[in-house]
């Protein structure tokens, strides 16, 4: 090669011509026929010519002589028929140079334009040769129908990226392109897309889509499946996000209306003990409708003989039948402001299982002989059959706490629990619920609930009771479960004994440890308690039934897990439970920022919990929630220490609360 050979080379997925200007051992200096100089190795030319241009006649000749040889050989390549000289190379299997090929091409004196013409040709259809610069090679039948199929898939790729990215942007606009068909696909690229970013299988389609349509923002996506009718503007997309399935399989629903609710005293085993004229009561949030958990008190001598009744669900829900593989999958029910996902079918959740009042129900009972100081002399666990007569609310309790023995007692019980845990070393965090309830006019209610009030007490604490008590029965019987323990906190900040601040609590909160889940039973620091399941909720959550069955196993009641089984259980159900308590926590946190967009200019009180170079996080005392606030060079806070912001910005869809100095 020398100066004024004319070469080609590729370019953005491109063949360009070109002239030598200037050349060195590895690198030509190249005039290209769009008139613009570049730099190329020449290892990375597609094609040299034996023909030269006379460098002589000036750059706009050069430039016209590159374009019109550029011209003849794109017309010489769509002569050219790549598949028939493919049919025809293809039984050979042999590497075929470029002079041989522009020969079967052009038999008629074949020039440096016909041999340029034949790379042009494989370039723009890649289905039927391997090449390099001067040989080429027929693909197996096989490879070729793999290239075909990938070629196809290109088209379409590109089919989805331009028509899709057009719609997106006119659905924008308001000016939806009704020609367009099958929007479908475009609609679950870009929803996948929106849900899941780079973990979608469709995030490379999306992305071009939306590059396509002239936006940057993903955000906008969601207005897009608004507009359409897709979704609605208070959307829950974490479920979609989150894989939580809001209905039941049609199959699932089957089996559990066949489940009769129809309890009569012969249809129990003979090993339970008959409760039914033994006055219990329910006590729970106004609304619950699946009530799995009672108590009773009966007075005997100077001490109390205390029972926690829970709803025997294992009864109904065979261990691998189709609603157990259904709701091993949930793991839990998901509540939520606007809308609860249960666990459990409904026909099974609030009626077969649900303690109705007035219902005789299959149970597992927990009975513990104990003083008014909580001192634990004796304790049992039976199945047992009850009959729930008063069902109450917590805000029923607190009014007759003073007036109703029974549930005065059971108080003064609980509170001296809660009293000799804490002499064990329970951490306490006295921290008010923040309640969020969405009305079906949107309305949206926020409100602190006290977890210290009598009801809440109560029954918190005897729930902690009766999961001690059946950890130690299982234990004692050498059962295996799912047992919860807990490392001591990587610092206690208060004495518990005496009343600590909101401050004191929210930052004791972040020093726990993480609970250890596991079959084997060990010290559960956070409650004081040596230790410890949860069984009380079995309609709620799996783990809960899953220990249910372990006691039913004590009693022959059925086949328990091996400790390896609930290991493997374990395991599995850390996902879906992760999955529930992020949609959970999610779905609270916006329906709290959706009221705070109508707060927008109001002054809240704050604390500040820390300090990070320009910015504190604080903490808004009316709904308990964390943000941060840019510091300002009027302050030098530290934490604990009260302030007045001003919230001045709320995003709900996009999690954004955004507060300044009040």
């Known amino acids: 090669m020398k100066n004024g050979t004319i070469v080609e080379y590729i370019d953005q997925q491109r063949i360009l011509c070109a002239v030598i200007l200037d050349m060195t051992d590895q690198r030509v200096h190249l005039l290209n026929e769009n008139s613009i100089e570049v730099n190329q190795k020449i290892s990375r030319l597609s094609h040299a010519s034996q023909n030269r241009l006379k460098m002589n006649q000036g750059r706009v000749k050069l430039v016209a002589s590159l374009k019109e040889t550029a011209l003849l050989r794109k017309t010489l390549s769509e002569q050219i028929d790549i598949r028939e000289l493919w049919e025809v190379l293809n039984p050979m299997e042999e590497w075929v140079d470029l002079s041989t090929m522009a020969g079967l091409c052009f038999p008629k004196n074949p020039t440096d334009d016909h041999e340029a013409a034949v790379i042009r040709a494989c370039f723009e259809n890649r289905i039927y040769f391997k090449f ?34 057009e719609w997106l942007r006119n659905v924008l606009d308001g000016s939806v392109d009704q020609t367009i068909e099958d929007t479908g696909h475009f609609i679950e690229i870009l929803k996948s897309y929106y849900l899941f970013g780079k973990e979608s299988p469709h995030y490379s389609l999306g992305r071009a889509m939306l590059a396509k349509a002239g936006m940057e923002n993903s955000e906008k996506i969601f207005e897009v499946m ?42 129990f085993e003979p090993s339970r003990i008959n409760l039914i004229t033994l006055p219990l009561m329910t006590i729970d949030g106004q609304g619950t409708l699946d009530f ?10 100077s001490y109390y003989r205390v029972g926690v009744h829970i709803s025997d669900v294992c009864a109904h829900v065979k261990k691998g039948d189709s609603i157990d593989q259904e ?3 949930r793991g ?36 513990f002989k104990v003083s008014r100081f909580a001192e634990v002399f004796d304790y049992e666990v039976v199945p047992s059959m009850i009959k729930v007569s008063r069902q109450l609310t917590y805000h029923d309790v607190d009014a007759m706490v003073d007036s109703d023995e029974s549930i005065w007692t059971l108080h003064e019980i ?36 006290d977890r210290e009030s009598p009801g809440r007490m109560l029954v918190a604490e005897m729930m902690i009771m009766a999961n001690w008590l059946m950890a130690k029965f299982l234990a004692k019987n050498k059962m295996p479960a799912v047992f919860r323990a807990q490392p001591d906190p990587k610092a206690r900040l208060y004495n518990q004994k005496k009343e600590a601040t909101l401050f004191q609590n929210w930052m004791q909160r972040r020093m726990l440890n993480r609970a250890i889940i596991s079959s084997a039973p060990g010290h559960h620091s956070g409650l004081g308690l040596s230790k410890y399941v949860t069984a009380t909720s079995p309609i709620r959550k799996y783990y809960d039934l899953v220990t249910q069955r372990q ?7 059925e086949q328990p897990y091996t400790a390896e089984e609930i290991d493997q259980m374990i395991q599995f159900l850390r996902h879906p439970l992760m999955n529930a308590g992020q949609v959970q926590m999610r779905r609270n946190r916006y329906w709290l920022l959706k ?36 510091a300002s060079g009027n302050w030098n806070l530290k934490p604990q220490d009260l302030v007045r912001v001003t919230i001045s910005h709320v995003d709900a869809r996009r999690d954004v609360l955004t507060v300044n100095f009040g």
């Open 132 to 165: 390099n610069q001067d040989s080429f090679f027929p693909y197996s039948e096989q490879q070729v129908e793999k290239n075909i199929a990938k070629e196809k898939e290109k088209e379409r790729r590109n089919f989805l990226i331009n028509s899709g990215g």
């Open 551 to 557: 006691i039913r196993g004590c009693f022959g009641m």
């Open 226 to 267: 608004v507009k359409i009718g897709e979704w609605n503007s208070d959307q829950n997309v974490e479920l979609k996000r989150y894989d939580v399935s809001e209905s039941f399989p049609e199959s699932v629903l089957k089996a559990a209306d066949a489940v009769s609710g129809d309890f009569g005293l012969a249809s």
């Open 332 to 367: 839990t029910s998901i509540y939520m402001p606007d809308m609860k996902i249960p666990m459990m079918p409904t026909h099974l959740a609030e009626d077969v299982c649900s303690l109705k009042a007035g219902e005789i129900r299959p149970a597992i009972s927990v009975f």
């Open 292 to 301: 799995d958990d009672a108590l009773s008190i009966e007075p005997e001598g």
């Open 595 to 630: 009221f705070l967009e109508k707060k927008i200019g109001s002054q809240e009180e704050a604390i500040v919990l820390d300090s990070r170079r320009d910015k504190y996080t604080i903490l808004l005392t009316a709904y308990l929630t964390e943000c941060k606030l840019m």
């Open 414 to 449: 609980a509170c001296n629990f809660n009293k000799k845990r804490v002499s064990n070393g329970a951490v306490i965090i006295s921290i008010p619920e923040t309640s969020i309830r969405v009305f079906d006019n949107h309305e949206i209610s926020v409100r602190r609930l």
């Open 327 to 329: 709701i091993i999958n």
